[in-house]
């Protein structure tokens, strides 16, 4: 990415600390801006009461029980809840100290901080390292330095940035020292690195990029400053080695917003610090990465939500604003920034950019239309804007060993009229059994909560192991086709000699109709464990025969045929899953939204058509009711074609 002697040396040539490492240097005339915007009216209202609230209320506690409930019950909203809420109101008083220069928020915001600056660790309880069991369990040390942890060290150093000359001295220098114990030198100067430095995921770019930004924020040393942004650069390398050449976010557009932000924010940090000297946005892979949101976005807020990731994105026009302005990126239309309330994290630099970055400009994103593929990862996503709003189909291969993981290999997402009518359900609800050994007994993340099938009794199994060939993607005119085979993506007990998905897509002229056309091929071998099962009890049978023969009581052959018969009959489950109830008729199954309608045609002499209905709980522990579709082929023979088409229209 960058030589240590090139970073070195931009950085020793430094002559004073730049003003504008937030984001913008703040004059009268930017607060001017700031109160006068129509379009950041709502946020800075939004701020504003939150920040009232904060000048009035206590600060919520964190109470050592909330603190044992995730060591001892696996849950972590007890303690998230209230330290979430102590970094709304760090961020709330220090905006509104900054736009509204009203001294009322001085006291309660140098409050806040002070407690903060007293919480045993910035690492929430889900992330600390733990060791030991009953009598002999270890208190976990209180210098992790998790995602939140570098989150927190960083909004301190840029809080002491826009306010810091407004509070009391020892608030400051508490700050400086907090930061240093907990932060710098259990980050810098360990013997043993932290394990996200090498992850290949948002954890990197989040916590090398937050902890960098808060050395550039407060490190006056720059031999020590030069060496510390080297260490990030480690991390960002993980980070970046996570993308393929396509550009795209595995994790899901949430992750993508989270990470890559968390590299934009220090890189362009970084850019600021050293007068432009290092730039590290230029680059082919970079804009790839920036320019995946819009490839993804459906009908906003709607988006293509693989793995762990809401089927609403939020986009923030600060970091869009950016990337289009540094690199030209094409980003998606935001008409406005997104709620202070809506990221339960409140986390502080995606408010802050939005209000010093965001541009008119943002206003006027591309809305792209036609086929976007992602051959890295495995994916296609087609899209069509319509007099009836956008119609879009996609689907995904890849592999069941992917960050934020889904047995999902085949799945696909329908898009009609604005409406995403065949979903993907995103994120459940994040415990330590979501992220242990039983993962995939969740329905969010089993391929029992996809739209596959279920083979014999199989659902598709996790590891690098399990994995989708792409065999055709290309399109012919207004068809798009798109092949995977997905026999790895089952195990044995499936009885697979071959599992082929086939789809069309067609939308012509870009008008209000389309249709999908799925073809799965399945080629069964032997059931080895139940063909085992059935030779032992025929065989047994053959040995009862001569007893019973040798009683007198012969037994026919025809008594032991029906044990091989049933061990040879296969039987498929296709899903389909919904948020919409479905109608289901003889050979004919309906999901209709307020503007879209699918209807599935399938043949009833092959399948039996069944609904479920299903409570979940969403990621935040919403309940949430899923409809789960499934056609059921009973006794097939060894090669079995699965056939059904989608009609796609507007109401």
């Known amino acids: 990415m960058i030589a240590y002697h090139r970073l070195r040396e931009a950085i020793l040539q430094v002559k004073q600390r730049p003003d504008d490492l937030a984001g913008a240097v703040i004059t009268p005339e930017k607060l001017e801006e700031l109160r006068s915007s129509q379009r950041l009216a709502e946020l800075l209202g939004e701020i504003r009461t939150e920040a009232e609230m904060g000048s009035s209320e206590v600060l919520p506690a964190l109470e050592f029980a909330d603190f044992r409930a995730f060591r001892e019950r696996g849950t972590r909203f007890e303690y998230e809840r209230p330290y979430f809420r102590r970094r709304a109101r760090l961020l709330a008083l220090t905006l ?5 220069e009203d001294e ?3 006291a309660p915001l140098e409050r806040t901080i002070w407690e903060i600056c007293g919480e045993y660790s910035w690492a929430v309880p889900a992330h600390l390292p733990y060791a030991g069991a009953g009598e002999d369990e270890q208190l976990p040390t209180d210098r992790s330095v998790d995602l939140f942890a570098a989150e927190t060290a960083h909004a301190l150093a840029e809080m002491l940035l826009l306010v810091g000359e407004r509070l009391h001295p020892w608030i400051s220098q508490r700050v400086r020292l907090e930061v240093e114990r907990r932060m710098f030198v259990p980050v810098f100067d360990s013997e043993r690195p932290f394990f996200w430095f090498s992850v290949e995921n948002n954890w990197s770019a989040v916590c090398a990029g ?8 407060l490190v006056e040393d720059q031999e020590r400053l030069a060496w510390m942004q080297t260490k990030v650069v480690d991390g960002m390398e993980s980070f970046l080695a996570g993308y393929g050449d396509d550009g795209c976010c595995m994790e899901g557009a949430g992750y993508w917003t989270y990470g890559f932000g968390y590299y934009v924010y220090w890189a362009e940090m970084l850019h600021a610090y050293t007068g432009g000297k290092l730039d590290l946005l230029q680059d082919g892979k970079i804009r790839r990465i920036a320019e995946y949101a819009g ?7 709607a988006c293509v939500n693989y793995s762990d990731c809401s089927p609403s994105m939020r986009l923030h026009p ?8 540094r690199i030209g990126a094409s980003v998606p239309t935001v008409p406005l920034p997104p709620s202070f309330h809506d990221d339960h994290c409140y986390r502080w630099p995606h408010q802050v950019r939005n209000l010093l970055w965001t541009d008119e400009a ?8 036609g086929t976007i593929r992602f051959p890295d990862a495995g994916w296609v996503i087609d899209k069509r804007n319509t007099s009836a709003g956008l119609f879009a189909f996609s689907a995904k291969g890849g592999t069941n060993a992917e960050s934020h993981n889904h047995n999902d290999l085949g ?4 898009h009609v009229g604005g409406e995403t009518l065949l979903t993907d359900l995103g994120p459940g609800v994040y415990t330590k059994d979501y992220f242990g050994p039983n993962r995939y007994a969740h329905l969010q993340t089993s391929s029992q909560g996809h739209s596959v099938p279920v083979i014999n009794g199989q659902e598709q199994k996790e590891g690098h192991e399990h994995r989708a060939e792409i065999l055709r993607s290309e399109n012919d005119g207004d068809r798009l086709y798109f092949d995977l085979d997905l026999t790895r993506a089952y195990g044995e007990e499936a009885g697979l000699s071959f599992y082929g998905r086939h789809f069309i897509w067609t939308n012509r002229n870009e008008e209000p109709f389309a249709t999908l056309e799925v073809r799965d091929v399945f080629e069964f071998g032997l059931l080895a464990g139940v063909v085992e099962s059935a030779e032992t009890e025929a065989l047994q049978a053959v040995s009862d025969k001569s007893q019973l023969e040798e009683d007198g009581n012969p037994l026919s052959g025809g008594e032991i045929a029906p044990l091989l018969e049933d061990a040879a009959g296969n039987h498929v489950t296709e899903h389909f899953i919904s948020l919409y109830h479905p109608e289901v008729s003889l050979g004919s199954i309906v999901w209709k939204g307020e503007h879209g309608r699918v209807e599935l045609d399938y043949d009833p002499t092959i399948f039996e058509a069944v609904v ?3 409570e979940i709980h969403a990621h935040l522990g919403r309940a949430q009711q899923v409809y789960r579709t499934a056609l059921i082929a009973r006794n097939l023979a060894q090669r079995f074609v699965g056939e059904w088409t989608m009609t796609c229209s507007a109401k």
């Open 318 to 325: 600060g970091l869009m604003s950016r990337l289009r302005q």
């Open 104 to 106: 009322k928020y001085v």
């Open 96 to 100: 509104a100290l900054l736009i509204d």
């Open 411 to 414: 799945h696909f997402i329908v």
């Open 210 to 217: 937050a902890v960098g930004m808060a050395a550039l924020l």
């Open 612 to 614: 479920e209905d299903l």
């Open 295 to 301: 490839s993804v976005s459906l009908t906003l807020p």
């Open 362 to 369: 943002s206003l006027k994103g591309e809305s792209s239309s």
